[in-house]
């Protein structure tokens, strides 16, 4: 079974960062076989994807982070991260890591995704 475990998240202000983590319960070589990603879901909204990486270390990001975020994934680690900079009130979500061992057809659309994390809460106040 397969569990994805994500840190990091916390209150911060408007312009400041934080970096969050999903820690894989898999072994290395499985998890350098996934493709990631990150979502979010704000409360009255539907879930998005913010971020996602291949397999191959690929990353695809959604217009509303694009060079504010960076998906990295370490495979000696079983961890990826997203780092967050520049955090607006808007990017105040609950955010999810997801991974899947097969083919991402839509990498911020979450039907491609088997495994998925709890959550952890990112607010971000103006």
């Known amino acids: 079974q397969v569990q994805l475990q994500e840190s990091g998240g916390g209150s911060v202000q408007a312009g400041g960062s934080l970096r969050l983590s999903c820690a894989a319960s898999v072994t290395r070589y499985t998890f350098s076989t996934f493709s990631m990603g990150w979502f979010r879901q704000a409360p009255g909204k539907e879930r998005e994807g913010v971020a996602a990486?291949?397999?191959?270390?690929?990353?695809t990001y959604a217009d509303s982070v694009k060079g504010r975020f960076t998906i990295s994934k370490d495979n000696a680690e079983t961890t990826l991260y997203l780092q967050m900079n520049s955090l607006k009130a808007e990017d105040t979500a609950m955010y999810y890591c997801?991974?899947?061992?097969?083919?991402?057809?839509?990498?911020?659309?979450?039907?491609?995704?088997?495994?998925w994390g709890q959550g952890t809460q990112v607010t971000v106040s103006s």
């Open positions: 990486i291949d397999n191959h270390g690929s990353p």
């Open positions: 997801a991974a899947t061992g097969t083919v991402v057809v839509w990498p911020l659309e979450g039907r491609d995704y088997h495994y």
